[in-house]
Protein backbone atom coordinates (compact mmCIF):
# COMPACT_ATOMS: atom_id res chain seq x y z
CA UNK A 1 0.00 0.00 0.00
CA UNK A 2 1.30 3.80 -0.86
CA UNK A 3 0.32 6.51 1.55
CA UNK A 4 0.63 9.52 -0.47
CA UNK A 5 0.10 12.68 1.86
CA UNK A 6 -0.63 16.29 -0.08
CA UNK A 7 1.34 19.25 2.20
CA UNK A 8 1.15 22.72 1.84
CA UNK A 9 0.88 25.13 4.74
CA UNK A 10 -0.73 27.85 2.04
CA UNK A 11 -3.94 27.70 1.44
CA UNK A 12 -5.63 27.46 -2.29
CA UNK A 13 -2.54 25.75 -3.70
CA UNK A 14 -4.51 22.40 -4.90
CA UNK A 15 -4.42 20.58 -2.24
CA UNK A 16 -8.03 19.34 -1.83
CA UNK A 17 -8.02 19.73 -6.12
CA UNK A 18 -5.26 16.82 -6.57
CA UNK A 19 -6.59 14.47 -3.42
CA UNK A 20 -9.80 14.26 -4.74
CA UNK A 21 -8.95 14.38 -8.74
CA UNK A 22 -5.61 11.74 -7.96
CA UNK A 23 -7.64 9.62 -5.72
CA UNK A 24 -10.30 9.31 -8.63
CA UNK A 25 -7.70 8.65 -11.07
CA UNK A 26 -6.11 5.81 -9.49
CA UNK A 27 -9.90 4.40 -8.51
CA UNK A 28 -10.22 4.52 -12.57
CA UNK A 29 -7.15 2.85 -13.03
CA UNK A 30 -8.24 0.02 -11.42
CA UNK A 31 -6.49 0.70 -7.91
CA UNK A 32 -8.11 0.42 -4.37
CA UNK A 33 -7.84 4.01 -3.08
CA UNK A 34 -9.06 5.48 0.18
CA UNK A 35 -9.22 8.90 0.58
CA UNK A 36 -8.59 10.58 3.95
CA UNK A 37 -9.34 14.68 4.72
CA UNK A 38 -7.45 16.13 7.57
CA UNK A 39 -8.53 18.97 7.10
CA UNK A 40 -11.19 20.58 9.27
CA UNK A 41 -12.47 22.57 6.58
CA UNK A 42 -14.02 19.38 4.96
CA UNK A 43 -13.17 20.89 1.81
CA UNK A 44 -13.27 17.05 0.55
CA UNK A 45 -16.90 16.09 1.54
CA UNK A 46 -17.72 19.67 -0.45
CA UNK A 47 -16.06 18.67 -3.05
CA UNK A 48 -17.13 15.34 -3.56
CA UNK A 49 -20.93 16.69 -2.81
CA UNK A 50 -21.28 14.58 0.67
CA UNK A 51 -23.45 16.00 2.50
CA UNK A 52 -22.74 15.61 6.76
CA UNK A 53 -26.26 13.54 6.82
CA UNK A 54 -23.95 10.94 5.04
CA UNK A 55 -20.97 11.14 7.58
CA UNK A 56 -22.13 8.96 10.58
CA UNK A 57 -17.98 9.11 11.91
CA UNK A 58 -15.32 11.14 10.95
CA UNK A 59 -11.23 11.03 10.90
CA UNK A 60 -11.86 13.32 14.33
CA UNK A 61 -13.38 9.96 16.37
CA UNK A 62 -10.54 8.01 14.67
CA UNK A 63 -7.72 10.14 15.46
CA UNK A 64 -9.11 10.43 18.88
CA UNK A 65 -9.84 6.54 19.32
CA UNK A 66 -13.13 6.42 19.76
CA UNK A 67 -14.09 4.27 16.65
CA UNK A 68 -11.99 2.26 14.13
CA UNK A 69 -11.70 4.14 10.81
CA UNK A 70 -13.36 0.77 9.43
CA UNK A 71 -16.49 3.03 11.35
CA UNK A 72 -15.39 6.01 9.26
CA UNK A 73 -15.56 5.15 5.92
CA UNK A 74 -18.00 6.39 3.25
CA UNK A 75 -17.97 4.18 0.15
CA UNK A 76 -17.97 6.35 -3.30
CA UNK A 77 -17.73 4.13 -5.55
CA UNK A 78 -16.71 0.45 -6.42
CA UNK A 79 -12.66 1.60 -6.09
CA UNK A 80 -13.11 4.71 -4.06
CA UNK A 81 -13.86 5.14 -0.42
CA UNK A 82 -13.05 8.32 1.77
CA UNK A 83 -13.08 9.22 5.61
CA UNK A 84 -14.37 12.92 5.96
CA UNK A 85 -13.61 15.31 8.05
CA UNK A 86 -15.49 18.34 9.55
CA UNK A 87 -14.84 21.20 11.90
CA UNK A 88 -14.78 19.19 15.22
CA UNK A 89 -11.37 18.36 13.72
CA UNK A 90 -10.44 21.94 14.68
CA UNK A 91 -10.18 20.45 18.49
CA UNK A 92 -7.73 17.63 18.05
CA UNK A 93 -4.37 19.07 18.51
CA UNK A 94 -5.96 20.71 21.75
CA UNK A 95 -7.63 17.71 22.94
CA UNK A 96 -3.94 15.91 22.32
CA UNK A 97 -2.21 18.41 23.96
CA UNK A 98 0.56 16.76 26.05
CA UNK A 99 -0.70 13.13 24.95
CA UNK A 100 2.16 11.29 23.83
CA UNK A 101 2.41 9.68 20.36
CA UNK A 102 -0.13 12.16 19.47
CA UNK A 103 1.85 12.08 15.99
CA UNK A 104 1.27 9.16 15.42
CA UNK A 105 -2.77 8.90 15.71
CA UNK A 106 -3.45 8.26 12.32
CA UNK A 107 -0.62 5.88 11.10
CA UNK A 108 -1.78 3.74 14.46
CA UNK A 109 -5.60 4.00 13.31
CA UNK A 110 -4.48 2.92 9.55
CA UNK A 111 -3.59 -0.34 10.77
CA UNK A 112 -6.41 -2.09 10.18
CA UNK A 113 -6.93 -1.46 6.86
CA UNK A 114 -3.32 -1.95 5.37
CA UNK A 115 -4.52 -5.00 3.43
CA UNK A 116 -7.56 -3.76 1.98
CA UNK A 117 -6.25 -0.66 -0.32
CA UNK A 118 -3.36 -0.08 -3.08
CA UNK A 119 -3.60 3.93 -2.14
CA UNK A 120 -4.03 6.19 0.69
CA UNK A 121 -4.59 9.81 -0.27
CA UNK A 122 -4.18 12.12 2.56
CA UNK A 123 -5.17 15.87 2.47
CA UNK A 124 -4.10 18.13 5.09
CA UNK A 125 -4.68 21.68 6.24
CA UNK A 126 -3.20 24.66 5.33
CA UNK A 127 -1.31 24.79 8.05
CA UNK A 128 2.35 22.51 9.37
CA UNK A 129 0.37 21.40 12.31
CA UNK A 130 -0.73 18.22 14.61
CA UNK A 131 -3.16 17.43 11.91
CA UNK A 132 -0.17 18.03 9.64
CA UNK A 133 2.49 16.10 11.08
CA UNK A 134 0.24 12.69 11.80
CA UNK A 135 -0.50 13.18 7.77
CA UNK A 136 2.96 12.77 7.34
CA UNK A 137 3.72 10.20 10.24
CA UNK A 138 1.93 8.02 8.48
CA UNK A 139 2.95 8.43 4.79
CA UNK A 140 5.54 7.34 2.88
CA UNK A 141 5.33 9.40 0.12
CA UNK A 142 4.55 13.34 0.08
CA UNK A 143 3.33 15.34 -2.68
CA UNK A 144 3.49 19.64 -2.23
CA UNK A 145 1.36 21.35 -4.77
CA UNK A 146 2.95 24.70 -5.31
CA UNK A 147 0.87 26.70 -7.64
CA UNK A 148 2.59 30.46 -9.02
CA UNK A 149 2.73 33.10 -6.35
CA UNK A 150 5.67 34.62 -4.57
CA UNK A 151 4.24 32.85 -1.33
CA UNK A 152 4.18 29.60 -2.34
CA UNK A 153 8.14 29.79 -3.40
CA UNK A 154 8.41 31.64 -0.35
CA UNK A 155 7.22 28.65 1.82
CA UNK A 156 8.65 25.72 -0.43
CA UNK A 157 11.87 26.13 1.61
CA UNK A 158 10.95 25.77 5.10
CA UNK A 159 8.37 23.61 4.20
CA UNK A 160 10.94 21.28 2.97
CA UNK A 161 13.30 21.91 5.95
CA UNK A 162 10.06 20.84 8.55
CA UNK A 163 9.61 18.05 6.75
CA UNK A 164 13.55 16.93 6.64
CA UNK A 165 13.42 17.53 10.68
CA UNK A 166 10.53 15.02 10.65
CA UNK A 167 12.43 12.34 8.73
CA UNK A 168 15.54 13.03 11.16
CA UNK A 169 14.19 13.54 14.35
CA UNK A 170 11.47 10.44 14.27
CA UNK A 171 13.64 8.68 11.67
CA UNK A 172 10.60 7.96 9.36
CA UNK A 173 11.82 8.26 5.55
CA UNK A 174 9.74 10.38 3.17
CA UNK A 175 9.74 10.85 -0.82
CA UNK A 176 8.85 14.05 -1.67
CA UNK A 177 7.66 15.41 -4.98
CA UNK A 178 6.91 18.82 -6.10
CA UNK A 179 3.11 19.34 -8.31
CA UNK A 180 3.11 22.42 -10.03
CA UNK A 181 -0.49 23.33 -9.91
CA UNK A 182 -2.55 26.14 -11.55
CA UNK A 183 -0.34 26.97 -14.24
CA UNK A 184 -1.32 29.44 -17.19
CA UNK A 185 1.53 29.22 -19.86
CA UNK A 186 0.02 32.85 -21.15
CA UNK A 187 1.23 34.81 -18.17
CA UNK A 188 5.11 35.21 -18.09
CA UNK A 189 4.62 34.94 -14.11
CA UNK A 190 3.74 31.26 -14.29
CA UNK A 191 6.52 30.84 -16.78
CA UNK A 192 8.76 32.32 -14.49
CA UNK A 193 7.60 30.03 -11.62
CA UNK A 194 7.83 27.18 -13.14
CA UNK A 195 11.18 28.00 -14.16
CA UNK A 196 12.19 28.58 -11.02
CA UNK A 197 10.96 25.39 -9.55
CA UNK A 198 12.69 23.21 -12.01
CA UNK A 199 16.17 25.72 -11.80
CA UNK A 200 15.89 24.79 -7.97
CA UNK A 201 13.98 21.53 -7.35
CA UNK A 202 14.41 19.96 -10.73
CA UNK A 203 14.61 16.61 -8.96
CA UNK A 204 11.88 16.66 -6.68
CA UNK A 205 9.36 18.00 -9.56
CA UNK A 206 6.69 15.74 -11.42
CA UNK A 207 7.28 16.17 -15.10
CA UNK A 208 3.76 16.20 -15.19
CA UNK A 209 1.85 20.03 -14.71
CA UNK A 210 -1.19 20.73 -13.97
CA UNK A 211 -2.65 23.82 -15.96
CA UNK A 212 -5.64 26.06 -15.02
CA UNK A 213 -8.49 24.98 -16.23
CA UNK A 214 -12.17 26.39 -15.55
CA UNK A 215 -13.91 23.14 -15.52
CA UNK A 216 -12.00 22.02 -12.33
CA UNK A 217 -13.92 25.06 -10.26
CA UNK A 218 -17.05 23.92 -11.92
CA UNK A 219 -16.46 20.58 -10.99
CA UNK A 220 -15.68 21.55 -7.55
CA UNK A 221 -19.41 23.81 -7.47
CA UNK A 222 -21.17 20.43 -8.64
CA UNK A 223 -19.43 18.31 -5.79
CA UNK A 224 -18.08 16.20 -8.32
CA UNK A 225 -14.22 15.31 -9.43
CA UNK A 226 -12.94 16.03 -12.93
CA UNK A 227 -13.47 12.38 -13.34
CA UNK A 228 -17.26 12.38 -13.43
CA UNK A 229 -17.60 15.81 -14.44
CA UNK A 230 -15.92 16.04 -17.71
CA UNK A 231 -13.42 13.36 -19.01
CA UNK A 232 -12.80 16.47 -22.20
CA UNK A 233 -11.28 18.82 -20.09
CA UNK A 234 -7.30 19.96 -20.10
CA UNK A 235 -7.55 19.11 -16.03
CA UNK A 236 -8.57 15.38 -16.51
CA UNK A 237 -5.62 14.79 -19.25
CA UNK A 238 -3.13 16.51 -16.42
CA UNK A 239 -4.55 14.76 -13.91
CA UNK A 240 -4.45 11.13 -15.76
CA UNK A 241 -0.82 12.17 -17.10
CA UNK A 242 -0.13 12.56 -12.88
CA UNK A 243 -1.45 9.06 -12.24
CA UNK A 244 0.47 7.47 -14.95
CA UNK A 245 3.50 8.91 -13.51
CA UNK A 246 2.80 7.79 -10.05
CA UNK A 247 1.68 3.96 -11.07
CA UNK A 248 5.16 4.22 -12.99
CA UNK A 249 6.88 4.97 -9.77
CA UNK A 250 5.06 1.55 -8.18
CA UNK A 251 7.69 -0.66 -8.81
CA UNK A 252 10.67 1.87 -7.35
CA UNK A 253 8.26 2.83 -4.16
CA UNK A 254 7.37 -0.70 -3.22
CA UNK A 255 11.04 -1.65 -2.92
CA UNK A 256 11.66 1.16 -0.52
CA UNK A 257 9.27 0.80 1.74
CA UNK A 258 8.32 -2.94 0.98
CA UNK A 259 5.18 -3.08 3.54
CA UNK A 260 3.17 -0.90 5.59
CA UNK A 261 3.15 -3.90 8.06
CA UNK A 262 6.44 -3.84 8.44
CA UNK A 263 6.94 -0.01 8.85
CA UNK A 264 4.45 0.23 11.67
CA UNK A 265 6.45 -3.09 13.65
CA UNK A 266 9.13 -0.54 13.93
CA UNK A 267 7.42 2.20 15.57
CA UNK A 268 9.40 3.87 18.48
CA UNK A 269 7.64 5.37 21.34
CA UNK A 270 8.08 9.49 20.68
CA UNK A 271 11.03 11.17 22.44
CA UNK A 272 9.76 14.16 23.97
CA UNK A 273 12.03 16.90 25.13
CA UNK A 274 12.12 19.56 27.54
CA UNK A 275 12.89 23.16 26.55
CA UNK A 276 14.00 26.00 28.91
CA UNK A 277 12.91 29.45 27.34
CA UNK A 278 14.37 32.20 28.87
CA UNK A 279 13.93 36.37 28.45
CA UNK A 280 15.64 39.25 30.46
CA UNK A 281 13.06 41.80 31.59
CA UNK A 282 12.39 44.14 34.91
CA UNK A 283 11.32 42.30 38.26
CA UNK A 284 8.22 44.30 37.79
CA UNK A 285 7.52 43.54 34.06
CA UNK A 286 4.81 41.39 32.60
CA UNK A 287 6.23 38.71 30.76
CA UNK A 288 4.52 35.89 28.43
CA UNK A 289 5.17 33.41 25.82
CA UNK A 290 2.90 32.34 23.29
CA UNK A 291 3.96 29.98 20.37
CA UNK A 292 2.57 26.63 18.02
CA UNK A 293 3.63 24.53 21.04
CA UNK A 294 0.79 26.70 23.32
CA UNK A 295 -1.90 27.34 20.38
CA UNK A 296 -0.80 31.03 20.78
CA UNK A 297 -2.10 31.55 23.91
CA UNK A 298 0.01 33.83 26.16
CA UNK A 299 1.18 31.94 28.95
CA UNK A 300 3.25 33.77 31.89
CA UNK A 301 6.59 33.06 32.57
CA UNK A 302 8.22 32.71 36.05
CA UNK A 303 10.68 34.99 37.71
CA UNK A 304 14.01 33.64 38.70
CA UNK A 305 15.13 35.69 41.87
CA UNK A 306 18.69 36.82 40.38
CA UNK A 307 19.05 40.68 41.06
CA UNK A 308 21.72 40.96 39.13
CA UNK A 309 20.40 39.01 36.13
CA UNK A 310 16.76 39.39 36.17
CA UNK A 311 15.40 36.83 34.15
CA UNK A 312 11.88 35.22 32.95
CA UNK A 313 11.41 31.66 32.11
CA UNK A 314 9.24 28.54 31.12
CA UNK A 315 9.67 25.04 30.22
CA UNK A 316 7.84 23.02 28.12
CA UNK A 317 7.60 19.65 27.18
CA UNK A 318 7.50 19.27 23.62
CA UNK A 319 7.88 16.71 20.57
CA UNK A 320 10.66 17.07 18.54
CA UNK A 321 9.96 19.62 15.63
CA UNK A 322 10.15 23.21 14.60
CA UNK A 323 8.22 25.81 16.76
CA UNK A 324 7.71 29.47 16.34
CA UNK A 325 6.92 31.43 19.29
CA UNK A 326 7.65 35.32 20.60
CA UNK A 327 7.49 36.61 24.28
CA UNK A 328 4.91 39.47 25.45
CA UNK A 329 6.42 41.66 27.31
CA UNK A 330 4.01 44.35 28.88
CA UNK A 331 1.88 43.89 26.39
CA UNK A 332 4.22 43.93 23.28
CA UNK A 333 4.98 41.46 20.89
CA UNK A 334 8.83 40.54 20.76
CA UNK A 335 11.21 38.21 19.28
CA UNK A 336 13.48 36.18 21.57
CA UNK A 337 16.53 38.66 21.76
CA UNK A 338 18.93 35.62 22.32
CA UNK A 339 17.91 33.74 18.97
CA UNK A 340 18.76 34.58 15.41
CA UNK A 341 16.50 32.08 13.94
CA UNK A 342 13.66 34.04 12.85
CA UNK A 343 11.01 33.50 10.42
CA UNK A 344 8.00 35.77 8.69
CA UNK A 345 4.41 35.58 10.49
CA UNK A 346 1.59 36.08 8.04
CA UNK A 347 0.85 39.59 10.08
CA UNK A 348 3.92 41.04 8.20
CA UNK A 349 6.12 40.61 11.54
CA UNK A 350 8.52 38.25 12.08
CA UNK A 351 8.56 35.32 14.74
CA UNK A 352 11.38 33.38 16.79
CA UNK A 353 12.31 29.64 16.05
CA UNK A 354 13.61 27.06 17.94
CA UNK A 355 14.12 23.50 16.34
CA UNK A 356 13.39 20.32 18.98
N1 LIG B 1 -5.79 23.73 -12.03
C1 LIG B 1 -6.72 24.56 -11.56
N2 LIG B 1 -7.36 25.43 -12.39
C2 LIG B 1 -8.31 26.26 -11.92
N3 LIG B 1 -8.70 26.31 -10.64
C3 LIG B 1 -8.11 25.48 -9.76
C4 LIG B 1 -7.09 24.57 -10.17
N4 LIG B 1 -6.69 23.87 -9.07
C5 LIG B 1 -7.42 24.33 -8.04
N5 LIG B 1 -8.27 25.29 -8.45
C6 LIG B 1 -9.23 26.03 -7.62
O1 LIG B 1 -8.49 26.77 -6.65
C7 LIG B 1 -9.16 26.78 -5.41
C8 LIG B 1 -8.25 26.25 -4.32
O2 LIG B 1 -7.92 24.89 -4.58
P1 LIG B 1 -7.85 23.81 -3.41
O3 LIG B 1 -7.55 22.51 -4.06
O4 LIG B 1 -9.06 23.89 -2.56
O5 LIG B 1 -6.58 24.31 -2.59
P2 LIG B 1 -6.06 23.87 -1.13
O6 LIG B 1 -6.68 22.58 -0.79
O7 LIG B 1 -4.57 23.80 -1.26
O8 LIG B 1 -6.47 24.98 -0.20
C9 LIG B 1 -10.42 25.94 -5.59
O9 LIG B 1 -11.50 26.80 -5.80
C10 LIG B 1 -10.15 25.12 -6.83
O10 LIG B 1 -11.35 24.83 -7.54
MG1 LIG C 1 -7.81 22.12 0.91
Known amino acids: MRIIALVNQKGGCGKTTTAINLASCLANAGKKVLLIDLDPQGHVALGLGIGTEEMDKSIYEVLLGETPITNAIVSLSDNLDAVLSDVVLSAFEQSMAGTPGRENRLRQSLKIVANDYDYLIIDSPPSVGLLTFNGLMASNEVIIPVDPSYFSLHGLGKLLETIQIIEERAGHELSIKILATNIDLRTNFCKEVLATLIEHFSDKCFDSVIHTCTRIREATSHGKSVVEYDKHCN ?52 VQIAGDFNQWKPEVLNFTDKPEDPTWQKIFTLSPGSYEYKYLVNGLWVVDPDNDKIADNPLGGTNSVIDV
Open 235 to 286: AFRDYQELTQEILGQEADMEAKVSRFELLSDIEKEEEQRTVTFTVEAPVDAD
